[in-house]
């Protein structure tokens, strides 16, 4: 068997990839967050929605961008150490959280790694994120064809995923609010 990779911006996707391809596109990880605005998110959901074959899903997973933002700009330190590779690590999460939905954030992930012999390395990442509304991404997804078929979304929890899909949802359920 043969596994053919593509690397390319959602954008291009319909570029490299038939139409109706697949009947699985995952889109996880929080990765839509990282889209550019409204414009960008609607780019990438038009992109998937055009790769799923008429009985096809998408598979999403967000974070509660509601919950983040209400938080405000902070410092998160995780509460224990993360082992890997027999090393030991302190996580931490610096959020930068502005005024506006439309506007960038940014999140700043920094790993403390404890040494061997106690001496500590850290190493950092900034993302750029723009973040949204869970109402606002079912009326993006319903724009670009897809009606949400199932949803763990509740407002009081950190993360959710949907599952959407062309037509209309069967017995889909409605979000706790």
């Known amino acids: 068997m043969s596994l053919r990779t593509l690397r390319a911006p ?3 996707l319909p570029d490299h990839l038939e139409d109706s391809t697949f009947d699985l596109v995952f889109c996880v990880g929080n990765s839509l967050g990282h889209a550019e605005g409204a414009a960008g998110r609607l780019t990438a959901l038009a992109a998937m929605s ?15 961008w509601e919950l983040v ?24 999460y610096y959020w930068q959280i502005e005024q506006r939905w439309e506007q960038e954030h940014f999140l700043e992930i920094v790993v403390a790694q404890i040494e061997p012999d106690g001496a500590v ?4 990442e900034r993302l750029s994120i723009w973040p949204y509304r869970y109402e606002d991404l079912v009326a993006q997804l319903r724009s670009v064809g897809l009606t949400v078929q199932s949803t763990t979304f509740d407002p009081e929890s950190d993360g959710y995923l949907v599952v959407a899909g062309h037509g209309q949802a069967r017995g ?6």
């Open 10 to 12: 959602w954008a291009e």
């Open 172 to 177: 889909a359920p409605e979000p706790v609010r």
């Open 121 to 124: 390395r850290t190493c950092s």
């Open 69 to 92: 933002r209400s938080a405000g700009s902070r410092v998160d330190v995780r509460d224990h150490l993360i082992r890997r590779n027999d090393r030991d690590a302190v996580v931490s």
């Open 50 to 64: 055009r790769l799923l074959n008429p009985g096809g899903r998408l598979v999403l997973t967000s974070r509660n």
